[in-house]
């Protein structure tokens, strides 16, 4: 039997920090004098910082020169880290330290593959870093989802075919590109939304040992 690996993507699929980046992103429309609401919010999960920025900026009908545009970028960011600034375990969303501890019980490979440039921090926060045996983070890849770059970079590392990867992502973008990496793509969140994975749920709470033995076998 081929070596099976499992990719998880961080923001929304770990830990719930769409909320934070929502506030942060939302401070500098206010700031830049417009509204931000949570429904746009949506257009940005699993999409870069940099790009995040082109859309918010668009919404806002903003011409921002490249410097501007960089300290914006700084901004943001330094008051997204004052959001996470005190995040901790409670910040792991349902039953991801269940299906985490299940696979290392049974030796499986396990990856991050996310956009975000703050992963490993967060990782160390939530005390999850140590089941990860590769992290592919938004300062490894030069393509931004839904490119596979970082799913094929994550499946190098941990020595597992693309075929045999089982990626687990909350972003439209996230699901296209496992798909296209060829790996098994399973959707984390609202199926409609979600429709072009293999598999979907709501949350970890609805997959079984059963179903990862499935996934395993
Ligand atoms: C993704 C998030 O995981 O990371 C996006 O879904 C975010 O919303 C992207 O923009 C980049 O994150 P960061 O932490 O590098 O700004
Ligand atoms: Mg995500």
Not at 27 to 39: I, Q
Not at 146 to 167: H, M, R, T, Y
Not at 184 to 212: C, H, P, R
């Amino acid at each position: 039997m081929q070596k099976i690996g499992f990719i998880f993507d961080l923001d929304g699929v770990i830990v719930d920090t769409a909320k934070y980046h929502y506030l942060a992103w939302k401070k500098l429309a206010n700031e830049l004098g417009f509204e931000f609401t949570k429904e746009q919010n949506e257009m940005f999960k699993g999409v870069s910082r940099k790009r995040c920025l082109e859309i918010l900026l668009d919404i806002g009908n903003i011409t921002a020169s490249q410097e501007q545009f960089d300290t914006w970028m700084v901004d943001k960011n330094v008051d997204y880290l004052a959001y996470i600034e005190n995040m901790d375990e409670s910040e792991v969303l349902p039953d991801v330290p269940r299906v985490l501890s299940y696979l290392k019980d049974n030796n499986i490979p396990i990856a991050l593959g996310s956009a975000s440039k703050n992963a490993r921090p967060i990782l160390e926060k939530v005390k999850l870093l140590s089941f990860f045996d590769s992290i592919v983070d938004g300062n490894n890849v030069t393509k931004a989802k839904p490119d596979p770059e970082v799913f094929l970079i994550a499946a190098e590392n941990l020595g597992v075919q693309p075929s045999k990867c089982i990626v687990f992502e909350d972003a439209v973008a996230g699901i296209q590109a496992a798909n296209s990496a060829r790996m098994i793509s399973i959707g984390i969140g609202d199926e409609k939304v979600l429709s072009e994975a293999q598999f979907n749920f709501n949350d970890f709470t609805e997959i079984d040992d059963d179903f990862l033995v499935k996934l395993l076998s």
